[in-house]
């Protein structure tokens, strides 16, 4: 009888951190890090204050699980969108493709996670992350290499210009809600220059 109390009381705890972070993130897809309070999580979730504070001791570790989370969500459909097509710049083209037409349907978020000013925490949390994107373009990059595709380059410092080149082109059009038409078939253009292929 201890142990079933216990997995239930895991089981509502789990559920309640859960809350917490889907009501952080739509919160933050609407007004960023600025606009998301403890009180105002705490509300959506529907939860104490105090409950929060058990989850996350302090605004700062909310903050960063929830930019690991909306992140990894990220990561993986990039990944996801990459691992369908056959040649490594036709798979660089997903990641870019994909990065940006998901930051497009949610600019405020995706603002946020890329460059809102907010916590050392989740500034650490970023470099993590760019450097996730960096090598799974690396990996895409290395095959083209090797299997001919390519031109001899360093794949890990092509994915790493591509993923700071990538994110510092969004931040504006991020900031302003829209981007013009022609931004993401540029950064696409862009990106297969800096493999050495025809765009």
């Known amino acids: 009888m201890v142990y079933r109390s216990t997995e239930r009381v895991r089981a509502r705890l789990s559920a309640s951190r859960e809350r ?3 009501a952080a ?11 998301c309070s403890v009180a105002a999580v705490a509300e959506r ?8 504070y058990r989850h996350f001791p302090a605004k700062a570790d909310l903050f960063a699980e929830v930019f690991r989370t909306a992140s990894q969500r990220e990561v993986d459909a990039v990944a996801r969108a990459a691992a369908l097509e056959r040649t490594a710049a036709r798979q660089v083209s997903a990641v870019v493709e994909t990065f940006c037409g998901r930051a497009l349907k949610s600019p405020r978020l995706a603002y946020a996670l890329l460059a ?8 650490a949390e970023r470099l ?5 994107y ?12 090797a299997s001919g595709e390519l031109p001899a380059q360093d794949p890990e410092l092509t994915a790493a210009a591509l993923v700071g080149a990538l994110a ?6 991020l900031a302003a809600g829209v981007a013009g038409p022609g931004t993401v078939p540029g950064l696409i253009t862009f990106s297969h220059r800096a493999l050495g292929v025809s765009p």
């Open 20 to 22: 917490i972070i889907a």
């Open 25 to 35: 993130l739509e919160i933050m897809a609407g007004a960023g890090y600025a606009g």
């Open 45 to 52: 979730a529907g939860v104490a204050t105090g409950t929060v």
């Open 116 to 123: 809102e000013p907010v916590d050392p925490a989740v500034d």
């Open 128 to 132: 993590v992350f760019r450097r996730a």
């Open 134 to 145: 960096a090598e799974l373009i690396a990996g895409h990059v290395a095959a083209g290499v």
């Open 168 to 173: 510092e082109a969004m931040v504006g059009p």
